[in-house]
């Protein structure tokens, strides 16, 4: 008798559980849109542009200086005589290094060779396809490691990783 009420009672529950659930889908597919704004909305700016340089306000800095191990109160300014320097002849300007054009440089891929255990990367090199084993150049390209799917290579006097196409 006893988990015959149980039962119900656990019935009843689950009734008014999806009760709840179908009267909130009934509520949120029968409201009706709500209307979308017309015309542009002015946002407020995030920050606020001040001028200062004809702010009224000028700063008194005639205080004591905290750093200053002495207790003589208030910063002196003392005047530092002129001192003639020997301008040295202006150098030429900074030159950068021209860039390295790598996109005529791709990886296609590596042949294991199971006799030697040794791994030769493919690589195209201005449409001129070379196979090389590490520390190995040809066509003005070094292969100086292989991972597994790239290759770390010197060209031009830089070093890039270039991944497999």
């Known amino acids: 008798m006893k988990s015959k009420k149980f039962t119900y009672v656990l019935m009843a529950c689950v009734a008014a ?3 709840i659930i179908f009267y909130r889908i009934f509520v949120a597919v029968s409201e009706e849109d ?3 704004m017309a015309g542009p909305v002015a946002k407020t700016p995030y920050f606020k542009m001040v001028n200062h340089e004809e702010d009224p306000v000028s700063l008194d800095l005639n205080y004591r200086n905290p750093f200053s191990s002495s ?7 003392k ?3 002129a001192v003639r320097v020997n301008v040295a ?3 030429p300007p900074f030159m950068p290094k021209p860039q390295v054009n790598w996109s005529g440089v791709s990886y296609s891929g590596y042949i294991n060779n199971p006799s030697t255990k040794q791994k030769l990367a493919i690589l195209s090199v201005n449409g001129k396809e070379v196979m090389l084993s590490e520390g190995q150049s040809a066509n003005g390209i070094k292969l100086l490691k292989h991972t597994g799917d790239s290759v770390k290579v010197q060209y031009q006097g830089e070093t890039k990783y270039i991944r497999i196409k």
Do not use: R
Request: charged share 10%.
């Open 71 to 77: 207790t003589s109160g208030f910063v002196e300014e």
């Open 34 to 36: 709500v209307p979308i």
């Open 79 to 81: 005047t530092v005589p």
């Open 17 to 19: 559980v999806w009760g």
């Open 89 to 91: 002849s202006p150098q």
